[in-house]
């Protein structure tokens, strides 16, 4: 199989693993016409359009698989997807609150599955509030 690239992996290599809330690349087994994700609350596969590749997203930690089919229904990839935490983040026990942070180059919130509610919310409230701005200066 061929790999495409440093970050690419080929859906019949057994183990693919991705960090949450990343996507990753991965070549499509030949003649492969749809895919079937175990657990969709694990990970997202997308079939790119006239390519022979898919995008693989991290959704929640875990492990599910992933079958490949060719237009009969016949089996041709299968692979384990594991989602694993983002190496760059940092989480920070306060008591029995958690909050993440993405630290690449300089720490700032990120929010993360098992973040306390709260951080959560002001997180995710923040985000918005920098897009809304953002797209009000480009009118």
């Known amino acids: 199989m061929l790999l495409l ?6 859906a019949n290599d057994r183990a693919i693993v991705v960090d949450l809330d990343y996507a990753r690349i991965v070549k499509i087994p030949e003649g492969a016409s749809t895919l079937v994700i175990g657990n969709p609350l694990v ?11 898919m995008v693989i997203t991290g959704k929640s930690f875990g492990t599910t698989n992933l079958i490949v089919l060719d237009r009969t229904g016949g089996q041709v990839g299968e692979s384990v997807i594991t989602v694993v935490p983002a190496k760059d983040k940092v ?11 993405s630290c690449k180059p300089d720490c700032v919130a990120a929010v993360d599955l098992s973040d306390d509610p709260a951080f959560m919310t002001k997180t995710i409230e923040s985000a918005r509030t920098h897009d809304t701005s953002l797209n009000a200066a480009k009118r």
């Open 43 to 53: 990970a997202d596969v997308t079939m790119l359009k006239n390519s022979p590749l």
């Open 91 to 101: 989480v920070v026990n306060r008591g029995g609150h958690q909050e993440s942070y």
């Open 5 to 10: 690239g440093a970050s690419a992996a080929a």
